[in-house]
Nanobody, 125 residues
Framework: QVQLVESGGGLVQAGGSLRLSCAAS????????MGWFRQAPGKEREFVTG????????DYADSVKGRFTLSRDKSNNTVSLQMNNLKPEDTAVYYC??????????????????WGQGTQVTVSS
C-alpha cells in the first residue's frame, strides 16, 4: 500500500499562489492513479484533480480549471498541485489520494488506496 504525506499549505491572499506537494512511499507508487481532493468546513469532500497511472489522462474540477495544475514525478515519487489565482472559496483542507484504479479515484473511492493526512489552505479576501 502507498503512504502519502502532504506539505505546502498555508495562508495566502486572494489572487496569490500556493504549491502543494505529496510524497508517496511504497514500491507500487508508479502504478497508482493520483489526485487531490478538498473539504471545506461544513461541506463534503470534493474532487479537485487527478492523473491516471500512465499520465495520459488528467482531469480537473470545473471550479479550478485554468488556475490549478497537477504534475507528477515518478522518479521522486511525488505529485504536486500548483494553485494560482486563488479565491476565498478555495479555502479547505486538501488531501492527496492514491488508488490503483483511476475510475475509483475520480469519485473518491479508494478501496485499495490511501489518503494523506491533509494540509490546510486558507485564502483571505
Amino acid at each position: 500500500q502507498v503512504q502519502l504525506v502532504e506539505s505546502g499549505g498555508g495562508l495566502v491572499q486572494a489572487g496569490g499562489s500556493l504549491r502543494l506537494s505529496c510524497a508517496a512511499s511504497g514500491r507500487t507508487f508508479s502504478t497508482y492513479a493520483m489526485g487531490w481532493f478538498r473539504q471545506a468546513p461544513g461541506k463534503e469532500r470534493e474532487f479537485v484533480t487527478g492523473v491516471s497511472w500512465s499520465g495520459d489522462r488528467i482531469d480537473y474540477a470545473d471550479s479550478v480549471k485554468g488556475r490549478f495544475t497537477l504534475s507528477r514525478d515518478k522518479s521522486n515519487n511525488t505529485v504536486s498541485l500548483q494553485m494560482n489565482n486563488l479565491k476565498p472559496e478555495d479555502t479547505a483542507v486538501y488531501y492527496c489520494a492514491a488508488n490503483p484504479a483511476y475510475s475509483d479515484l475520480l469519485i473518491g473511492r479508494l478501496p485499495f488506496g490511501s489518503w494523506g493526512q491533509g494540509t490546510q489552505v486558507t485564502v483571505s479576501s
